[in-house]
């Protein structure tokens, strides 16, 4: 074994051993550059920026209990960094073409005798570049991979050879932390009612209860702790809908324009609501509709979303791997009134505060990582029964960023689904506007685009009524 080995966490490890015949466990991004980048820029890039972090020029070896990182020694840079050139059909627009390269490559497995990344660069593309980024989770999770593709951009950070030491030097963060890491982190634990400091602090009682006895907050976080195992354990089964089913491993993914961020706000605002009960209200108004379009009757009927939640101490992320839970969010898709809609989502988001659930979710996956692959396949196949789709929800810099020099004028990423889960919701906030993305399996959605679409007018029919509410009452409605 070289000297540069390195073990892999166990759960890393789990999402490692993740992949299956009809899921990858590849995050798959697009960024949309104008103008125009060229191969040997963005090779140059990669090289000066990314390779800065030694995990990218590692690859994998397993062995029977687990696997290690390993130093590529034959790693070179033109197998991670290609060119495409995108097959157009007749008749078939550059976004529908480059929509469904990504979901080609989606499906195809990276080399795992080397680093598992790879970029592919469309130089050519409405009028600019299209790049399509393929990095494997076992990696990193959104909050890693969000800190370190965003290093690379121009301006970005590289990422710190030691421990920060003393208070001001902590204070002293990056452009980065500022704008991307800090807020993505904000919503998606203020979502459910914990925070940074108080994740660490639960995750240390909970690997320490002996030294904790006696204390009434121990006991009140012990009877919740044993409450939300139960409630993760005995959790039903999804309602069924043609979005749950077996997968065939054919990928299909689609995207939006971007919706102007302010006017998301104002509604969140009119409504007491925040700005992800709004944007995820509209999710299930799409999915809701789109099933109704498919003769279905969604009326009284709820799926549920696996959403990852942060357990890791921000100025850890560029660090990598993967630290995060599992809370499990009830997307009302029956309900068509879409004030109505807003305040049901507004509802469960906080039944979800306080609770441990991401924490024990984050054990199972910690324990998958040392079982053998059928057992771990029938252990994190629970989730898959328990819900419909992954979700993200992920909040950029509110400006746009350049890369080599260009604008990254728009930008989509998709997270893999586990399981037989066939459904991945993707909510990305960038440059003043917010989009909505979705990659499903062929069998269960061919046209997912159909539901992108209306995510839209979902929008505006909650802009309309919210406008048309009394002034008042519109943030009083129960």
């Given at each position: 074994m070289s000297e540069a080995a390195e073990r892999m966490s166990r759960v890393d490890t789990a999402w490692l051993r993740m992949d299956n015949d009809v899921n990858l466990m590849m995050i798959v991004g697009v960024w949309l550059l104008q103008p125009g980048i060229t191969l040997a820029a963005l090779r140059e890039r990669v090289e000066g920026r990314l390779l800065k972090f030694p995990r990218f020029r590692q690859k994998v070896v397993q062995d029977a209990i687990g696997a290690n990182w390993v130093l590529d020694e034959n790693f070179?840079?033109?197998?991670?960094?290609?060119?495409?050139?995108?097959?157009?059909?007749?008749?078939?627009?550059?976004?529908?073409?480059?929509?469904?390269?990504?979901?080609e490559l989606a499906t195809a497995r990276l080399d795992p005798a080397h680093p598992l990344w790879?970029?592919?660069?469309?130089?050519?593309y409405e009028g600019g570049s299209a790049m399509i980024l393929r990095i494997h989770h076992c990696i990193g999770d959104g909050i890693?991979?969000?800190?370190?593709?965003?290093?690379?951009?121009?301006?970005?950070?590289?990422?710190?050879?030691?421990?920060?030491r003393g208070a001001e030097e902590a204070e002293e963060s990056d452009w980065l932390s500022d704008a991307v890491i800090k807020p993505l982190t904000d919503v998606a634990v203020k979502a459910i009612g914990m925070y940074g400091g108080?994740?660490?602090?639960?995750?240390?009682?909970?690997?320490?209860?002996?030294?904790l006895l006696g204390s009434l907050d121990v006991a009140r976080n012990?009877?919740?702790?044993?409450?939300?195992a139960a409630a993760l354990a005995l959790m039903p089964d999804d309602s069924p809908t043609r979005l749950k089913g077996k997968p065939v491993g054919k990928k299909v993914v689609a995207w939006n324009e971007p919706l102007p961020l302010d006017e998301v706000k104002i509604v969140g605002k009119a409504l007491n609501c925040s700005i992800n009960d709004v944007l995820l209200a509209c999710a299930a108004g799409a999915i809701g509709n789109y099933l109704r379009d498919q003769g279905d009757d969604p009326t009284g009927k709820e799926i549920r979303a696996m959403v990852p939640v942060n357990l890791r101490?921000?100025?850890?992320?560029?660090?990598?791997g993967n630290q995060f839970?599992?809370?499990?969010?009830?997307?009302?898709?029956?309900?068509?009134?879409?004030?109505?809609?807003?305040?049901?989502?507004?509802?469960?988001?906080?039944?979800?505060?306080?609770?441990?659930?991401?924490?024990?979710?984050?054990?199972?996956?910690?324990?998958?990582?040392?079982?053998?692959?059928?057992?771990?396949?029938?252990?994190?196949?629970?989730?898959?029964k328990k819900a419909t789709a992954v979700m993200t929800n992920v909040p950029g810099p509110a400006r746009p960023l350049k890369f080599c020099g260009s604008t990254l004028r728009q930008t989509m990423f998709w997270v893999p689904a586990s399981g037989d889960l066939g459904v991945g919701v993707s909510i990305l906030s960038y440059?003043?506007?917010?989009?909505?993305?979705?990659?499903?399996?062929?069998?269960l959605c061919p046209h997912p685009q159909r539901i992108i679409d209306a995510f839209a007018p979902e929008f505006e029919k909650l802009l309309t009524v919210t406008l048309m509410l009394p002034w008042g009452e519109a943030g009083t409605i129960p």
């Open positions: 070179a840079i033109d197998r991670h960094v290609v060119s495409e050139k995108l097959a157009r059909k007749r008749g078939q627009s550059e976004r529908a073409a480059l929509q469904a390269r990504a979901g790879q970029f592919h660069l469309i130089e050519h890693a991979l969000t800190s370190v593709m965003l290093s690379i951009t121009d301006g970005g950070a590289d990422p710190p050879r030691r421990k920060r108080g994740v660490v602090k639960s995750m240390e009682m909970l690997a320490q209860p002996q030294q012990g009877y919740q702790v044993v409450r939300d101490p921000l100025e850890k992320a560029w660090q990598l839970g599992l809370a499990p969010l009830v997307l009302p898709i029956g309900i068509e009134n879409p004030i109505e809609r807003v305040y049901a989502v507004r509802a469960r988001m906080n039944e979800m505060k306080g609770s441990y659930q991401p924490l024990l979710a984050f054990g199972v996956l910690a324990v998958a990582g040392l079982l053998i692959k059928p057992m771990q396949d029938a252990l994190l196949g629970l989730f898959a440059g003043g506007g917010v989009q909505f993305g979705l990659i499903t399996d062929r069998k």
